[in-house]
């Protein structure tokens, strides 16, 4: 973990809620796909974890959606103001066990952290299929994104405007290897009842201080104990108590 | 670079050198319990030897998981928690994060412990007490999060003079009981530990809070209630330490909202020997350091030759 202030590159929207921030500085701390950055936000008094999308040499990119107080206040930034943000958070997903057709599987806004994800797998010379689910066709975002990197793309929406209807669990493909997911609670339990392979799962819970200090995120597995914050957000298909 | 300079400066800054009950910190800066863990996190990230000490997490005779989730939520310059003790209990404690601890922190610590009755809290603080690197105990009566324990021994001045006199028996390390706000009279309990023979008083722990969120129009949190702490309640723990300095003649740590090398300052002034650190740590993991450093020129700025003048000051 790393206390870096970063400058904000780029603040756009993709849809109507769900924003994509680049921000440069040093991010060196950040180590695999599935990470996040916390992000203290003036007047707020808790900072605010997204997970990391992308992340180059000297910029990470988030992709958040404005669900409250702290994210709407997000929306208003310019580029050229700098945030304080702890860097680095998190396990990670962990690639060597994918094989060599794992399948990603996103749903809203944790379709983010597969991203850089499903670089690291092709750099290693994987072949990623990848899943999207959203609610409806204007909520739709990064399927090109994921096109661009070589990826085989599936999009579901819930009411059928776009893609595949329904969830994405009804457009998995008969072939994979492993799996890695990251989206709401209900679509993880159905990843974890629809697929025949072992995967990783990414989790989200309210957090005090996303470093492992208050234990204000943890769940039980039956590994035992374990903080979101600090031995997640990723947790591994045989240890989660569903 | 820091972490050398805080090794090597500030740590040997004799005017801010104070003694609780018979023990030299090198300054008043304490991590407060719950907000730092058993020390290793924080040591990953800078030297956590420049503290005066730090109280660990609070720890149970037996293993805890602590409340469902969410634990924890945000309110105007604060937050509430209801983590609820989670903790491996006191013998994983002994066994497992104190060696750990020993790699990285070579201080006396302060053993915060926490209990659902008498014999629990007694039982937990003799293993305790036989460990040559815990300085202090630091008993919480005062966990506003768990139920049929924590809080209900703080708010009844008999149930907690009761506390004390049961730990006393068993250790001979000093005994500081850390006090609940959530209390009618803050100084009748303060004065019924003195006499029971606390060695010093901890004050305030959280204060009884909760959040409702609009949309699903629930609580946020899944115990309901939870603890408030942050910058908010520093007027009422510092309001507290005032009141209980004039009662008792036993140190007091000071602490609830404290956030800066200026509210450790404030807190001294009104009674405290020491002062812990809690919500702070969890949005900033630097302040402790911080303020450990800033602490110098912040007495120059307040024209403090030493730390030891000016507690309870106020006065």
Known sequence: MKESFLTITENTPLTKDVYRMKLSGDVSAVTAPGQFVNIKLEGLFLRRPISVCDCDGDSVTIIYKAVGKGTEQMTRMNPGETLNVLTGLGNGYDTAPSGDRPLLLGGGVGVPPLYLLAKKLLAEGKRPSVVLGFNTKNEVFCEQEFKNLGCEVTVTTVDGSYGVKGFVTDALPEDYTYFYTCGPEPMLKAVYRATNTSGQFSFEERMGCGFGACMGCSCKTITGFKRICKEGPVLRKEEILF | MRNAECGMRNCIEQRTVVSLCGIQLDNPVIPASGTFGYGYEFAELYDINCLGTFSFKGTTREPRFGNPTPRIAECASGMIN?????????????????????????????????????????????????????????????????????????????????????????????????????????????????????????????????????????????????????????????????????????????????????????????????????????????????????????????????????IGGAH
């Open chain 2, 82 to 310: 209801a983590v609820g003790l989670q903790n491996p209990g006191v013998n994983a404690v002994i066994a497992e994060e104190l060696p750990k601890l020993k790699q990285c922190f070579h201080k006396p610590v302060m053993a915060n412990v926490s209990g659902f009755s008498v014999e629990e809290y007694a039982a937990t603080c003799a293993k305790l007490d036989k460990e040559p690197q815990v300085g202090w105990l630091e008993v919480n009566v005062s966990c506003p999060n768990v139920h049929g324990g924590g809080m209900s021994f703080g708010t009844d001045p008999k149930a907690a003079a009761e506390v004390v006199k049961a730990v006393k028996a068993v250790t001979t390390k000093p005994v500081l009981i850390k006090l609940t706000p959530n209390v009618t009279d803050i100084v009748a309990i303060a004065k019924a530990c003195e006499e029971a023979g606390a060695d010093g008083i901890s004050l305030i722990n959280t204060l009884l809070g909760m959040r409702i969120d609009l949309k699903t129009k629930r609580p946020v949190i899944a115990n309901k209630m939870g603890g408030f702490s942050g910058p908010a309640v520093f007027p009422v723990a510092l309001r507290m330490v005032y009141q209980v300095y004039e009662a008792v003649k036993i140190p007091i740590v000071g602490m609830g909202g404290v956030a800066c090398a200026e509210d450790v300052i404030e807190m001294m002034l009104a009674g405290a020997t020491a002062v812990e650190i809690g919500a702070a740590n969890l949005t900033d993991p630097f302040v402790c350091r911080d303020i450990v450093e800033q602490l110098p020129a912040v007495m120059d700025k307040y024209h403090i030759d030493n730390l030891n003048d000016i």
